[in-house]
């Protein structure tokens, strides 16, 4: 029903549910039936902090989804975008341009590594990878390598759902009902080793070489290495539930990478702005890739945009090797550079710097490590994963029942008022960068109280209709009151 139908019956006395209509946003990532029984609404934020529909306060221990890393609704990113609408809402991306985008561009280019200070900008992480997958391509050829057309992923990594990233990728849940993909690819393998490396604080200290070796072997035994244009790897990986890697293994890729004239290409759309206490992992792991991948906190999640820096000497390669007046890189998106993105991307910066986040979150980053640990011999917990700002919690799952036990965990928090992230079995923590220690702190011991009712309540705390009472109630009592102006209306 909309809205204007809406008002006319509540000019007519009739209450008017509070709960929008849910039958036609179709949800990314999510159980649709099981969300649309318990919805969990924010209807606003501040700071660390969301508020509820039902008007609850919830602490986010996630930063939306790994994004709003300098806190909810900024207000210099508010009016640096409603200025920017007001002034100039679109260019056209293709042939024409507009300021601002060239005035971000500079502005990412010191704030990013340096030497990868080229940028193409798109519309999101999945972009930026697909993006980052094209120029890798593109590159080889105008280099006079067209027979270097192979991409190399990772196990377990993510680079978004476009059908690029998805090949590379090596989550076999986000693959497996979506048909073949690109040809040319293949995987090496993710660094998880829990039975050597549980509870490690930080990186874990062996293995990475004969690790990354392997990815040498593949590419020799299975591959001529002068067919390979590009290595991507996510320097932690994020979504498979915070795997990281070891000692010495980042810096060996780069090697191997070197020594065959393999492309490095690092998916920083998580570790970027800040996640690691460093501004990127290229930072934090001292291994500079050829191509970096942004997105997420670039905006701090306010508008929807991400890049791809290259190196200096990939794009005058274009310049250099390209017909005059020739289109050197035909790719592109409507919506690339958008002057709101743009903006948005400024301010962000801008506060970066006035407020000093990125030191702020390397500081932290002790107490994190310590609260993430104190969770070794609660109740179900395998292993406990951190760096920088980020933590993993693996659990053991009960048998047959693989995610129930960290879905009823983030359903359980969310009902203490803490916001966790579940991801088949893990927990995976990554608060704002403006998170305080005592927040810190609630967000672990919440997981832990979370985690003791789990293991007294046995299997059937693993059923989510126990939770949220409030909203299936509330749900329920909504959609009924739907139908009923459904039928007032039909009525009338
Ligand atoms: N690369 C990496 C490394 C990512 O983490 C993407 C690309 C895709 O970005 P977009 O903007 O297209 O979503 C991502 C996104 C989670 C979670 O809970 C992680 C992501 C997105 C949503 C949820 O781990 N990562
Ligand atoms: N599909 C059609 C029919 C289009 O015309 C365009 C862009 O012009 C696209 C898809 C791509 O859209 P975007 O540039 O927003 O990625």
């Known amino acids: 029903m909309n809205t204007s139908k809406l008002t006319s019956l509540a000019n007519k006395g009739v209450i008017v549910p509070t709960l929008p209509n849910l039958d036609h946003?179709?949800?990314p990532f999510t159980a649709n039936r099981q969300f649309k029984s318990m919805p969990r609404l924010f209807k606003a934020a501040k700071g660390n902090y969301y508020t509820t529909i039902n008007d609850r306060s919830v602490l986010d221990g996630t930063s939306g989804l790994w994004c709003v890393a300098a806190g909810h609704c900024r207000e210099e990113i508010a009016s640096a975008v409603a200025h920017q609408l007001r002034t100039l809402d679109y260019a056209p991306a293709f042939q024409n341009s507009h300021p601002l985008a060239f005035e971000a561009a500079e502005r990412l280019a010191e704030f990013l590594p340096r030497g990868l200070d080229r940028i193409f900008f798109t519309g999101s992480g999945?972009?930026?990878a697909d993006t980052a997958l094209k120029?890798?391509?593109?590159?080889?050829r105008v280099t006079g390598n067209p027979l270097r057309n192979k991409l190399i992923g990772r196990e377990r990594g993510y680079h978004g759902v476009n059908f690029g990233g998805l090949s590379v990728g090596g989550i076999a849940g986000n693959r497996k009902a979506f048909g073949n993909g690109l040809t040319g690819v293949d995987h090496i393998r993710h660094p998880l080793d829990i039975n050597r490396n549980a509870f490690t604080r930080g990186l874990p200290q062996d293995g990475g070489i004969e690790l990354a070796n392997e990815f040498e072997q593949r590419i020799t035994t299975l591959h001529d290495p002068a067919t390979i244009a590009a290595l991507i790897v996510e320097p932690m990986q994020g979504s498979a539930g915070v795997v990281l890697p070891p000692v010495g293994y980042l810096k060996r890729l780069r090697e191997i990478c070197d020594k065959y004239g393999i492309l490095l290409i690092f998916d920083e759309v998580i570790t970027g702005f800040g996640r690691l206490g460093t501004r990127f992992a290229v930072d934090y792991f001292g291994v500079v890739p050829d191509i970096i991948t942004v997105a997420k906190g670039m905006t701090n999640g306010a508008v929807p945009m991400g890049a791809v820096a290259v190196k200096?000497?990939?794009?005058?390669?274009?310049?250099?090797n390209?017909?005059?007046?020739?289109?050197?890189l035909p790719h592109g998106y409507t919506y690339t550079a958008h002057p709101i993105g743009c903006a948005a991307t400024i301010a962000t910066l801008d506060i970066f710097e006035n407020e000093k986040l990125v030191e702020r979150a390397g500081n932290l980053s002790a107490h994190f490590e310590q609260a993430a640990h104190t969770l070794k011999g609660i109740p179900f917990v395998k292993d406990v994963r951190n760096i920088g700002l980020v933590a993993g919690i693996e659990l053991e799952s009960f048998p047959g029942k693989l995610g129930a036990r960290a879905f009823a965990?983030?359903?359980?928090?969310?009902?203490?008022?803490v916001l966790v992230r579940h991801t088949g079995e893990i927990i995976a923590i990554s608060p704002p960068l403006t998170i305080e220690k005592h927040e810190i702190d609630r967000i672990f011991s919440c997981i832990a109280e979370a985690l003791t009712s789990l293991a007294a309540?046995?299997?059937?705390?693993?059923?989510?209709?126990?939770?949220?009472?409030?909203?299936?109630?509330?749900a329920a009592h909504q959609q009924e009151s739907h139908q009923q102006h459904a039928t007032l209306e039909q009525a009338a």
Do not use: H, V
């Open 322 to 328: 390209s017909p005059a007046n020739a289109i050197e």
């Open 135 to 140: 120029i890798a391509l593109a590159y080889q």
């Open 312 to 320: 200096r000497e990939i794009y005058d390669a274009f310049m250099a």
């Open 457 to 474: 309540e046995g299997e059937q705390g693993l059923d989510p209709t126990r939770y949220l009472k409030n909203e299936q109630q509330w």
């Open 25 to 27: 946003y179709w949800l």
């Open 409 to 417: 965990t983030y359903l359980k928090c969310y009902e203490m008022g």
């Open 126 to 128: 999945s972009e930026s």
